[in-house]
């Protein structure tokens, strides 16, 4: 998603291509004895292998290493640190996954160029060369993307939903009334134990399974109005009440009737140099069973949203301003990874921010004053809190909490709030 925002911001041309059969390049290390196949009539004898046959554990790393040195050695790339799977020179950046590679550049030939060093080595084919100057659309991982250079990036998986979502068997209602948001606020998963048969409780845990499955590979690609559900509900796929799959069912429904929802991102204005790199962060104290809080972060470049995150607190909070700054401590170390990797791939400088609607915690942060903390163990966290700011050289804010988009992170949201939230980044 970085990348993406990046190639938006820079006008860049986005190249898509695959390696076929990709792990049979990759020589093996073991010292591995087959039988060979039938037809071949070698019924008496065993044969070596020499390559990473698909279905062998260490293939895929086996892969790994060989296209990862061939990009450094003939192609001229370097890894970028702390992000194995991003490669980077003066001309081209290269994002990488298993056999699937995307190519961003400011001149195409550079990526042509790219392109006829890996056909030396590897059947490489073209999916998408980006080479118009209209809008261009593009499968990414299953994430169908509209591309306007210069313009507009357009980001959904209608096509893909509106395929996977009926065959889970979930008892959709298509022409009846949408739902407008994915849950209702006030509710409580009742932990009342199970009884169930044996046979039933492994179906319906399968069935969390796969359905919390889909829900997460479609959230954390790009819905990420959704991730408070997925996240909390994926903490009773062991526990499959029928009030839980209630509750899965309507995040599916939800998700069923906003299929064509996209994250829509509009190129950064010229006029603003510098690239500016913002965490919003929030925590909903103690609504989670045993009085944990949960928190959740969101993350916009330029604008723009490019990533998420909800989960429940490890630790368990003793007020809201406590459980604020487990929201802001747990934002850092995500927002200095992604600082790395934008500052590698675009050398403009970079701005950092974390906003939060928890005056106290901006206190705590900016203040001197160790009589504000109660305890020890308060103390320490917000003294560390403290270090990691002025370390980092973040700026903190505060924002207002009717416009606090990681509000959603969190909580339950009447349909108005969500609506309100969410509708300035999905449409």
Not at 1 to 20: C, E, G, K, R, V
Not at 167 to 194: C, F, H, T, W
Not at 344 to 350: A, G, R, Y
Not at 404 to 422: E, G, H, R
Request: hydrophobic letters at 35%; proline letters at 4%.
């Amino acid at each position: 998603m970085t990348s993406l925002s990046l190639a938006l911001d820079n006008n860049y041309y986005i190249t898509q291509l695959d390696i076929s059969s990709a792990y049979l390049y990759a020589d093996i290390k073991e010292e591995l004895y087959i039988r060979p196949p039938p037809h071949l009539g070698m019924n008496d004898k065993l044969i070596r292998l020499k390559k990473s046959l698909y279905g062998l554990k260490q293939s895929g790393a086996n892969w790994d290493e060989t296209i990862k040195s061939y990009l450094i050695k003939q192609c001229g790339m370097e890894e970028v640190r702390g992000w194995s799977c991003v490669f980077k020179n003066s001309q081209v950046t290269i994002c990488l996954f298993v056999d699937d590679m995307v190519l961003f550049s400011k001149n195409l030939n550079s990526n042509k160029r790219i392109i006829d060093k890996l056909k030396m080595q590897y059947d490489t084919k073209i999916i998408n060369l980006g080479e118009s100057d209209e809008e261009i659309q593009y499968d990414i991982l299953g994430l169908e993307i509209k591309y306007q250079r210069g313009k507009y990036m357009k980001l959904g998986m209608e096509n893909s939903l509106t395929e996977k979502i009926p065959k889970l068997n979930v008892p959709l209602n298509p022409k009846g009334r949408k739902l407008s948001a994915p849950g209702q606020p006030g509710l409580y998963i009742d932990q009342q134990e199970l009884e169930l048969e044996e046979d039933d409780y492994k179906m319906k845990v399968h069935e969390m399974q796969k359905l919390i499955g889909l829900a997460s590979y479609v959230g954390y690609k790009f819905r990420f109005d959704l991730l408070y559900y997925i996240n909390t509900l994926a903490q009773h796929i062991l526990f499959p009440s029928r009030q839980v799959l209630d509750m899965t069912y309507e995040l599916i429904q939800f998700m069923w009737d906003t299929r064509d929802k996209q994250l829509i991102w509009h190129k950064n204005k010229p006029t603003k140099p510098d690239n500016k790199l913002v965490a919003i962060s929030d925590a909903s104290y103690g609504n989670q069973p045993y009085y944990k809080s949960q928190i959740g972060n969101i993350f916009l470049l330029n604008g723009k949203v490019i990533g998420g995150k909800s989960t429940k607190a490890s630790l368990t909070c003793t007020s809201t301003t406590e459980a604020e700054i487990h929201a802001v401590s747990e934002a850092i170390p995500l927002l200095n990874n992604l600082s790395h990797l934008v500052q590698e791939l675009n050398k403009k400088p970079i701005i950092k921010g974390l906003l939060t609607d928890s005056r106290s915690t901006i206190s705590i942060i900016k203040s001197t004053n160790e009589e504000k903390f109660r305890n020890r163990f308060f103390g320490t966290k917000a003294m560390r809190l403290r270090d990691e700011v002025s370390g980092n050289n973040l700026y903190v804010y505060y924002i207002e909490t009717k416009k606090n988009i990681a509000d959603v992170m969190t909580k339950p949201l009447p349909i108005k709030t969500f609506k309100l939230l969410t509708n300035k980044w999905i449409h």
